[in-house]
């Protein structure tokens, strides 16, 4: 694994107070292939090509491009805001693997007041650097799988919010990725262990509720992440402060197709202590 540098301006990165951390990027061929060879080969070791260290000045934009963009592209992307916003960081450099575009649908404008006080800690987000608007709210500190079975609670209501029919059952599966580093090999190395809740309605809408916890060992978590998906439809994350460990407290729904919806949200986002 790499040493902890920040990816954009080179600082030496403090995962233990200092505000920064590592960020998993969305899954490409090349980080499949890798994480892949890392479950199959003894003694494999290496940086996954996914995963990028980040300072506490640049991690909040690696987090924001994660949910959209891969590794390269999301590089790409955090720089160019880097270089907009600070321009002592070298605008990018667009390469072969660099194909910054369009990532999310376009959202149905939404007015302030849906966000106001009934709903909490709400805030109606934009980035024009991504792309992308979202609606967000900082949750009380809570266990990731605790949030996670907030939010299979709603799958039904949200299947009638946006009426499409009656929600499907889920099933529970679980996987560990091993990540060899500094010659250490499983199951002496860091890994991530995921749980999926999974199902598929009447109509072939996919439903996943997901909880991904990364290890540094089996005591030691370095980051927790939830995201549950219906379909394109509906998009929410959840992660954790730079502290560390298994509890998350900000909520992000990225696709607030109707305030209806967002309502629904709401209902996990001021309920949870």
């Known amino acids: 694994m790499r040493p902890p540098t920040c990816e954009i301006c080179d600082a030496d990165v403090d995962p233990h107070g200092g505000g920064g951390g590592q960020v998993r990027f969305q899954p490409d061929d090349r980080s499949r292939d890798w994480r892949r060879r890392a479950m199959e080969e003894p003694g494999f070791v290496g940086h996954p090509p996914d995963t990028g260290w980040f300072c506490a000045s640049h991690i909040d934009a690696a987090r924001e491009a994660a949910h959209a963009l891969a590794f390269d592209d999301g590089l790409v992307a955090i720089r160019a805001r880097a270089h907009a916003i600070e321009g002592s960081v070298p605008p990018p450099d667009r390469g072969a693997h660099a194909t910054v575009g369009p990532r999310r649908p376009d959202l149905p404008d939404l007015e302030p007041d849906l966000v106001g006080a009934e709903l ?5 987000m934009a980035s024009e650097a991504f792309d992308l608007r979202w609606v967000e709210w900082t949750l009380p ?3 990731a799988h605790v949030l996670a079975a907030s939010l299979r609670s709603l799958v039904p209501a949200l299947f009638e919010a946006l ?3 009656s929600a499907p059952a889920l099933e529970r599966r679980t996987d560990r ?5 500094d010659g250490a090999v499983p199951p002496w190395c860091p890994f991530t262990d995921s749980t999926f809740d999974e199902g598929v309605a009447a109509d072939g809408t996919p439903v996943r509720v ?6 540094w060992n089996e005591d030691d978590v370095a980051n927790a992440t ?3 998906s219906i379909g394109d439809l509906v998009s929410i994350s959840v ?8 509890d998350v407290d900000n909520l992000a729904l990225w696709r607030p197709t109707t305030p209806t919806v967002v309502a629904v949200v709401a209902v996990v986002a001021t309920s949870v202590h």
Request: charged content about 20%; hydrophobic content about 35%.
């Open 120 to 124: 909490g800690s709400a805030r109606l």
């Open 141 to 143: 500190v809570t266990d």
């Open 163 to 165: 009426g499409i029919g």
């Open 177 to 181: 990725r091993w990540s060899p580093m």
């Open 210 to 215: 997901q909880v991904v916890l990364e290890h």
């Open 226 to 228: 939830v995201s549950m």
């Open 239 to 246: 992660h954790g402060s730079d502290r560390g460990g298994r």
